[in-house]
């Protein structure tokens, strides 16, 4: 036994790997249909977007990049998608130099399913460096940081910017980002205007995110590919979020035996040199 | 059964060459590490040069000549690399750090510290949840307020140590939440490996 | 005077950006307005700092002949590609939308990926119960994660609710503990670089 232990102590690292990788891609290749639970922060901000009247305004700040994007993506193609179904119009911006191909994608790849006209019912607003500087400006002079869209036509004319000269002016605030975007706009755009705001995150970022939910100032999350998955579920068009969800369930399965396996082999081994000790 | 699509069939060949390095470190993930570095490095450039583009250059084009300001400072950024007018650059560090430091101190004030605190004040304590949750938020602030203190002081010594069990807490938090994070990313390439490359994912 | 300059400078324009939050005088507004376009710019010229850095180090690579400098070849070749596509053609250009979506989402996707093996197998070796705050961390951190999947949700119904009560109590808690002291320190932070109290961020450059 204690040999046996010794062993799986010293398990060659590349074994683990192998599980892991099979334990992800067989039920992405055969979905055994887990159930799905949608979490509070994920229930409320469908609800947010889902109570716009058609018509209304969302500002949707984001920094998906390729590093992000497992998780980001599915939230961003999850709010837009709804956006569209809702007649909610949507102005995009980015503070990555990775999100403008991400912002292009989404908005070419779902016009022609939901019929929506660029400039009138959706925007893609330039790139613009500096980060936190970036989202200053946008909740202090946001016409003096745009007047053109990111293929350098001129904002003025468009329908959707109409009646727009301050963030104030739009109904709800949408911010997909991974590391800090959620402190910048709660800081320089949610505290000064009081808009409401929804925070989509990568799952490492929500323990971090979730005060300010409980606060208030944040009025739902979409946390990781599960709250992606969670939105998708609630909005009834299954999509990247819930196909991976089953992936999701084995993976953590093997993660936690494997977690369970080392601290009982530890314990047994503790065990066995202390009554060799005696 | 396997995509007839060049581009994925280039993006198969870097996704298997960075997994190439689970089983050990090797030339071709070298090849694509250095390509991963090189066209980040370039894209960040040409992105940051669209920026300038659009939001100095044509203004000035214009004819909103004081734009030539902030071009001028951050020619100066470059200085850096010459060590005789390296002290150029701080200019511009110096206006970028100020912006951001100004810009923190107001708005972290407001949404990080009064609105956060005023949220505790409005919690109910004679509802269980409300008030594990208040313990939670003033253990774990003295645990980082007095840090130097603990040793010094009894009362300190035992509520920071409440405190450290609800910042153990929100950790394994952290570890689930993280766990699943790093799922999200594997599943989206094997999705990509399996799904557009090799069609076994319907 | 190399160092002064530029800290009054740093005093000037910090206390502007604080005072036209607090004081509405238009002029001080369009000021601060003005100041944060530059740092906007500015940080577009930040961007190419990265390029510099490397070529730096990749041709002093390639001209000493150290140990596989053809990949510094290769990236240098891949870094001048990229920037001449981006500038003449666009980052909206066939050909760069080609390389970004194969080449570049491929790699960055898939670099971070691996973390996804590193972390079962570090878990099975270093998350060992070995005290009460380790034990508290891995419960937390099990409870979590049964919370969170689908598989959790079948084995018991309530485990979801059990994550949602550690996220938004203990947890949130926590964090707005660690909110409320950060902000303090950032704050403080700001002020004595404002103040030119700090002066790090200058670096040693003479």
Known sequence: MTQFLRKLDDIDDRIIHVIIGLSVLLPLIRPIQLPLSPSDMSMDAFEAINSMPPGSRMFLITEVEPTTAAELFPQLVAVHRHAMSKGVRVIYACTSPGSPPFLTGVVNDWQEKYSYEYGKDVVILPFRAGGESVVVQIGQNFGGLYDQDYRGDSLAGMEIMQGISDIEDVDLVVSIGGAELYRWVVRHIQAPTGLPTIVGCTAVMTTFVVPFYSSGQFVGIISGLGGAADYEYLAGVPGAGTSGMDAQSLGHMVLLILVALGNISAFLLKRDSNNKGN | ?202 | MKTELPVLVAFIVGTIIVVSYFLNIPTLQVTAEALINWAVILSGFALGLGVINLLQVHSKNIAMKSSKWGLSVWLILVMVVTFVIGITQGTQSPVYSFMFNNVYTALGATVFALHAFFLPAAAFKAFRITSLESGIFLLAGVLVMLGQIGIGTAIWDQFPAIKSWIMNVPNSSAMRGITITAALGLASTGLRIILGLDRTYLGSAE
């Open chain 2, 1 to 202: 059964m396997i995509s007839s699509d060049f581009g994925v069939w280039v993006g198969a060949f870097f996704t298997l060459a960075i997994f190439s390095y689970l089983f050990k470190g090797n030339i071709v993930f070298e090849f694509a590490e250095h390509t991963f570095i090189g066209f980040s490095a370039a894209h960040f450039f040409v992105e940051g040069y669209h920026n300038i583009i659009n939001m100095a250059v044509r203004p000035m084009q214009e004819g909103q000549v004081s734009w030539i300001i902030p071009i001028i400072l951050g020619v100066f950024l470059f200085a850096r690399y010459v060590p005789s007018i390296s002290w150029l650059s701080r200019f511009p560090v110096a206006i970028m750090v100020a912006i951001v430091s100004a810009a923190q101190i107001r708005g972290t004030l407001h949404a990080e510290f009064v609105s956060q605190i005023a949220a505790t004040t409005e919690l109910n304590i004679l509802e269980l949840s409300d008030l594990i949750f208040l313990i939670g938020v003033v253990t774990v602030a003295t645990y980082f307020l007095y840090l130097k203190r603990l040793r010094e002081s009894r009362v300190l010594s035992a509520t920071s140590r409440i405190g450290r069990y609800f910042l153990m807490v929100a950790f394994g938090a952290s570890l689930g939440t993280t766990v699943m994070g790093r799922y999200s990313l594997l599943i989206g390439r094997l999705q990509f490996l399996f799904g557009d490359w090799i069609k076994l994912i319907k």
